[in-house]
């Protein structure tokens, strides 16, 4: 029986009689190169020579480039991790050269601005008080110089406080999850989220929660011993190296359980000396005076935020902080001087309501007596806002993890 010419071992050619089948010619193959480069069975057909124009031993030069290559790569990528994570929050993230002058600018403006206020204010106050009777004058010399008193306690103690604490240098976990999403900056972003739990737990180990003093300065500023004892606890659940798997998890603890007690004493805190701020203001009679207890209840209420938090701002938070206090005591006192205006249009507001339900009999005695008031409040209702608006302000500053 012949062979079937169509088998599977034979399908290429065309078949004859008899089976028989024309040679078929193979393929010239290229010789084989030991290429160490290629791959077993590799003939590297169509790969180009690698072969380069020229080459020559690496020189000392030649080796004091690279390494100079790679100590500016290395500089680069800590100056972006730095920037990543140690950005000011006073600044909105500026650039730190162009930030701290227009701090200071600021500063020195509003204290420039609320200097000549205060001493237009005085010479008037002054100049009044020398037509009074000897009585009220001896009694107005005696308020001034409580007042001026108070205010300079506000800020020595500030100073005192500045002077112990350490600075606020604030972690952004966002810095850190994009360092670790950056493939290249990968390895630095071990290093900086090791430093940055190393800062967090001296911290810990540095909040005053351990002594009866430390615990009795914390409650005059709203940290109850009930509140210390749960801080207590968390801390040590922080220092705890086996308890937490990741950083990431430490971290959140960290802000959740600990750092969001401190923001509620804090945000106590504000209203605490924002409300304070707003009822003095409103029944204080001049701009002087509104300046002034704006200013001590300003100094007083940072004074508090920074034992709550146990730090202190930045440089150009510092200046931001305090060209904030200023700028709203200057403005506490202008609004004294508007009162005047506002307490017209009030008055006028009356007058058509009383017009528009058919009041005549007492209008007169009552418009008065509702414009002033209603200036008054008005007054202090911003006073209170400026106030509220600085405490958040600055403990934005003062936590040790940003949002």
Known sequence: MSADP???????????????????????????????????????????????????????????????????????????????????????????????????????????????????????ILADLATQPLGIQYAGYAALSLLSLAVLYSMLRLMLLYARLQRNRQI?????????????????????????????????????????????????????????????????????????????????????????????????????????????????????????ASMYFGFAMLADLCQVYNLKAGRTGTAVLLGRVFFNSYLAGQLNDLEKLTEEQYNQLSAHLFQAVGVGVGSNVLRPFIGKVSAKATSGILNYLLLNRLGKYACRLLRPIGV
């Open 172 to 292: 952004r976990l966002k810095g850190l999850d994009e360092l670790h999403a950056r493939t290249r900056l990968r390895w630095l972003a071990h290093a900086k989220t090791a430093e940055a739990k190393g800062s967090i737990e001296v911290y810990l180990r540095t909040y005053p929660i351990d002594t009866d003093r430390g615990r009795k300065v914390l409650t005059r500023v709203g940290v109850t011993p009930e509140l210390a004892d749960e801080l207590a606890k968390v801390r040590d659940e922080l220092l705890d190296p086996a308890k937490y798997a990741s950083s990431g998890l430490w971290f959140e603890h960290f802000r959740d359980g600990f750092q969001a007690k401190l923001d509620e004493a804090a945000a106590e805190r504000v209203k605490y000396w924002a409300k304070r701020s707003g009822v003095v203001t409103a029944l204080a009679p001049n701009g002087l005076i509104d300046s002034m």
């Open 6 to 124: 169509w088998d599977s071992d034979d399908r290429i050619g065309v078949p004859v009689a008899g089976g028989a089948r024309p040679p078929v010619a193979e393929l010239p193959r290229p010789p084989l190169d030991p290429d160490p480069l290629l791959r077993d069975g590799d003939l590297g057909l169509g790969r180009p020579e690698q072969i380069p124009a020229s080459s020559s031993p690496l020189s000392d030069d030649d080796r004091a480039r690279m390494r100079a290559d790679e100590e500016a790569q290395a500089l680069r990528e800590l100056a972006e991790a730095e920037e990543l994570l140690a950005s000011d929050p006073a600044v909105m993230r500026w650039a730190g050269w162009f930030a701290h002058p227009l701090a200071a600018a600021f500063l020195v403006g509003s204290a420039g601005a609320l200097g000549l206020f205060l001493y237009s204010q005085v010479l008037n």
